[in-house]
C-alpha cells in the first residue's frame, strides 16, 4: 500500500508540475500564469520555467495540504513515513524535497527516451 500512496505522489506532482512549467492549456491559462509571474519578478518567473523548484513547492503545498486537510490520511510520502514522529513543518519541507528529485527524475527520463527517439 505505500509504494502506490508513493507512485500517485510522484505521478500528481509530475503532471501538476509539467502543466505548469510547459502546458499552454485551455485559453493558453498556464501561459497567462508565467508571463503574469514573470511580470511580478523575474526570479517567481524563473521558477515557472525550472523542473526542479517548481516541483518543490508542489510538493510543500500537497504536504501542508495533507497535514491540515486529511491528517488522518497520509497521502504524501513523509507524511506515511514521519507522521507521529515528526512535526509537521519538517514533513512540509522533506515532502518538497522528495517532489523535487522524483519530478526531476521522472522529466530528465522523459527527454532521454525523447532525444534517443529523435535519433532513430
Known amino acids: 500500500m505505500e509504494w502506490i500512496v508513493?507512485?500517485?505522489?510522484?505521478?500528481?506532482?509530475?503532471?501538476?508540475?509539467?502543466?505548469?512549467v510547459y502546458a499552454h492549456g485551455p485559453v493558453?491559462?498556464?501561459?497567462k500564469i508565467r508571463d503574469l509571474a514573470n511580470k511580478l519578478s523575474p526570479n517567481l518567473g524563473e521558477l515557472?520555467?525550472?523542473m526542479i523548484c517548481f516541483p518543490t513547492w508542489v510538493g510543500f503545498i500537497l504536504s501542508v495540504a495533507n497535514s491540515f486537510f486529511l491528517p488522518e490520511l497520509a497521502v504524501t510520502?513523509?507524511?506515511l513515513l514521519l507522521a507521529g514522529?515528526?512535526?509537521?513543518?519538517?514533513i512540509m519541507i522533506l515532502d518538497g524535497f522528495f517532489a523535487s528529485?522524483?519530478?526531476w527524475?521522472?522529466?530528465t527520463f522523459q527527454e532521454a527516451l525523447e532525444?534517443?527517439?529523435a535519433n532513430e
Open 85 to 90: 514522529y515528526a512535526p509537521w513543518w519538517v
Open 6 to 20: 508513493i507512485f500517485v505522489f510522484s505521478i500528481v506532482a509530475y503532471a501538476i508540475s509539467n502543466h505548469f
Open 77 to 79: 510520502p513523509m507524511m
Open 115 to 117: 532525444r534517443s527517439n
Open 48 to 50: 515557472f520555467s525550472c
Open 105 to 107: 527524475l521522472i522529466h
Open 101 to 103: 528529485g522524483i519530478v
Open 28 to 31: 493558453h491559462i498556464y501561459d
